[in-house]
């Protein structure tokens, strides 16, 4: 059997003879801390969907660690790198040379960051087969090229085409010399997304060493997979001490690390903006206790000289302001699961129909809106709410439970 304090706030909330406006304000809170939690779920599973699709898409392409020679290339490479690898942590490694070169394909030109690569051992730090778009990526020779769908693009070249490079020559002291002009074959295209595909381009790590005068299989650096992408930073001075040649030591977060911050910085934004969205909602909860208890002043001072406990009267107010939170949480935790849920084919549609992207592909390394229902954050979330809720009513029902019986029936 329910508690007479419940069945007394079931009474005066379900009541039409209340003030219109009380009315009003209680409606006010439950739809303000509504969407709150639907606003705050919905958030906060798009964070973490844009957390695991940089996860999932761009550290799944780029090192997680590099070791870049200062000066003299790196040579006999195959023996230095093995300590390495093995170290705890360190999932796999595989060598590299990179260099800024001019793409051209007709009339076409274009800037782009050249990467030559052990296609073998880079399967093993990278998944860049599994972003090809179009040709294949079983193999690169020395005379072929693997280009990114933005440069392949904007040079107008499609796997098959024959492409122009234009390499830099440096002396010995650094300073550049003269250019040479390589002729390769488009062998496959890639789409990650973002910027990575308007400036990476991808060629044999044998054929890049001899254009750039490279002694026989000398490297410039060492890529390496981790296991913990957020050690990155140790692990790269660890191994960095490791080495026996003169090395940069970097990591991911020099490169993308912003993209991570951002991700961060807006997440603890969406967390104290809402938070105080669902206070500003409590404070209506509040206000509509306090005009409530004016307004059943009456019926309180009539229950205390039955021999009501005022216990009980505050349990009935608190009761009756809970309940409005209450509605109010589960109902904006159903709307924010719904929206994440679908907020990716929502966006798509959306898009679709009106024909402009918020997410443009050229800049963000997505080109849409991801979500990721992390259970335990919806918890909290429902959780704060709820206790936001309950600590509203308790200022007002201890008030009605000091209201006196003699002062206020004497007025009537």
């Not at 001075?237 to 991570?260: E, K, N, P």
């Not at 798509?348 to 009106?354: A, H, N, Q, V």
């Not at 443009?360 to 936001?388: K, R």
Request: charge should be positive.
């Amino acid at each position: 059997m329910a508690s007479l304090s419940w069945q007394l706030a079931q009474r005066y909330r379900k009541s039409r003879n209340s003030n219109a406006f009380i009315r009003f304000i209680a409606a006010s809170s439950t739809i303000g801390i509504g969407l709150g939690v639907a606003i705050l779920i919905l958030a906060l599973s798009v964070m973490n969907g844009f957390e695991l699709a940089l996860k999932d898409k761009l550290l799944s392409v780029i090192p997680h660690v590099e070791l870049q020679a200062v000066s003299d290339p790196i040579q006999n490479w195959q023996k230095k790198i093995k300590p390495l690898q093995l170290h705890p942590g360190v999932v796999a490694g595989a060598p590299y040379i990179k260099t800024n070169t001019m793409i051209r394909s007709g009339a076409k030109v274009k800037a782009a960051s050249l990467r030559g690569i052990d296609l073998q051992l880079e399967q093993g730090i990278s998944a860049l087969g599994s972003f090809v778009v179009a040709g294949d990526l079983a193999q690169i020779s020395e005379h072929q090229i693997v280009l990114g769908k933005g440069i392949a693009d904007e040079v107008q070249a499609k796997v098959g085409d024959e492409v122009q490079l234009m390499l830099p020559q440096v002396t010995a002291d650094g300073k550049l010399a003269s250019h040479k002009h390589v002729s390769l074959t488009v062998v496959a295209i890639v789409s990650i997304g973002g910027q990575l595909d308007y400036q990476q381009a991808w060629v044999d790590i044998s054929a890049l060493g001899s254009w750039l005068n490279y002694p026989q299989g000398a490297v410039q650096g060492f890529a390496f997979k981790i296991d913990d992408i957020f050690a990155a930073p140790l692990l790269s001075r660890t191994l960095g001490s490791m080495a026996t040649d003169y090395v940069y030591m970097l990591d991911w977060f020099r490169i993308q690390g912003h993209l991570y911050n951002d991700i961060q910085m807006v997440r603890s934004i969406l967390y104290l903006v809402l938070v105080l969205v669902l206070a500003v909602a409590c404070f209506n909860i509040v206000a509509t206790l306090v005009m409530a208890v004016r307004e059943k002043q009456g019926d309180i001072a009539i229950l205390l000289t039955m021999g009501m406990p005022r216990s009980r009267i505050v349990k009935a107010f608190m009761w009756l302001g809970w309940l409005n939170g209450l509605t109010g949480t589960l109902v904006g935790g159903l709307v924010g699961l719904l929206l994440a849920w679908q907020i990716e084919p929502l966006f798509r549609l959306i898009t679709s129909l009106t024909g402009f992207s918020l997410l443009d592909s050229s800049i963000y390394f997505v080109d849409y809106v991801p979500s990721h229902i992390e259970p335990m954050q919806v918890v909290i979330t429902i959780g704060i709410a709820l206790i936001m809720s309950l600590l509203a009513t308790i200022y007002p029902a201890l008030s009605a439970s000091k209201v006196q019986p003699a002062f206020v029936l004497g007025q009537r």
